[in-house]
């Protein structure tokens, strides 16, 4: 009886919480909104920013959810989610969706609420409040499912919620909100180390802490084990910029195509190319499969792309596919493992010249795994992987830094920032910084272990920029070389290769999970 009255009072505040979203005045976005003004990025959609402590009010107002009586309603969903779960397994595999798909909502409300009613934003602390904002949005009519509905549809109108996919959140902007979560514990010392930390003077910015000691080391490999390129233009001679006025271009995306062939011929076994998001993957390989020509006008005394007498396959991806075997990442999960199976066994087929590896900056391929040896004798990266800016949380994040850096210019020119107060840097700093640290995230699959080789190529004409080249890693900068034409590294890439053929004995197997 008590779990039933429970469950009856969480579907009457549950459908309450729809209604009450429904409600919610949102404007029709043109610019991103930081802090307590009304739209805020979007695209388009309708939206709406807030303060971080906004949801506390709107939940007090609309549905007499508060501090004091939040925690009889965290029971109850966690009774719900019991209760789901052994249904899940009493009815079978259909049912077992169902129920699945139902707890995954109530799951999703309740970690918003548990962060919502987060004592620190009851307590003396207004830096905790104001490193969140309050979001909501009207999402696509066409992908509701896509949005992350804060509520069970099993338990409302599920019709008009489909309709209008409104979405609620509430994001954290600023990682020092955790890291002060750590000095609060009164640690003794905190250690950052990573590959890709570079470049560490923002990242301390980023963590709004002193640190004194900020050691930056060089690899433990040496100068011929590796060859680091900047190519600006493609073999005909077209520049090779991935941005968004560009990356459309059919003599952009022809003389990218011809370049990762040229390439395959003199570089061995496994190839590692990332693109800038899935959508410039999918673009580049729709075009080299259907529309990309063949024809190409090589750069003098570089390698043609035709040999002579030789019958030649028409588009770009069968040239391709007929020196390496390509390989290119899916965006499900459940495709990656198989994925991932098909060019491990494309590598080792010995009639074979090894495999070519198509992914993303910042996708499952750039982070995390192990490409050593012969799997991945070179990582070509096609552009600098921005962020979108109509993305809402990008528009949010940079407003919000830019709130912090004129509050902090403002303190200092006052005279009342604290010793150990950090800036943190604009939002356009932070923008470019998260793009150079997810082109450094991938680079990192070349280098594996001390006695490993291979070659880093980075295929657009930004990278010419010193500006650029200063956000690498340490260990990579001081190898970059800016090639003057395609011919050039496609040259010196041929002589790297050929004196680590001579000196490298070829290692088997595969890498380790």
Sequence with gaps: NEMREGLNVLKVLLVKLEEAIEALPLE?????????????GGGGAETMVRLGDFWIGWLGRTL?????????????????AQLLAVQAVERGIAASKAASSTAVGLTSVQRFLDVVFDQRFFADDSNFAASFRAFATSGPADEPAKRGRPVAT???NADRLGASGREISLWCLSPAVAMRGLVGEEVHSIILTSGTLSPLASFAQEMSLPFPHRPENPHVIDAKQIWVGVVPRGPSGVALNSSFRNRDKKEYLRDLGN????????????MLVFFPSYAQLAKCVDYWRSGGSSITNPAPNSTSSADSGAAEPKTLWERMSALKPVIVEPRAKVAFKQAMQTFYDKMDDETLRGAIFMAVCRGKVSEGMDFADTHGRAVIVTGIPFASAYDPRVKVKQTFLDDQAREYDEQKRRGRLPADAVRAGTGREWYMRSAARAVNQALGRVIRHRHDFGAVILCDDRFMRDAQIAQLPLWLRMYVRKCESFGDSQRQLARFFKARAIDAPKPKGRPKD
């Design 28 to 40: 029709k976005a043109a610019s991103g909104s930081g802090g307590g003004g009304g739209g805020g």
């Design 64 to 80: 007499k959810l508060t501090w004091d009586n939040y925690p009889l309603v965290q029971k109850h969903m966690e009774a719900a």
């Design 259 to 270: 370049l990762l062939i040229n390439f395959a011929r003199v570089i061995p076994d496994g």
């Design 154 to 156: 099993t338990w409302a």
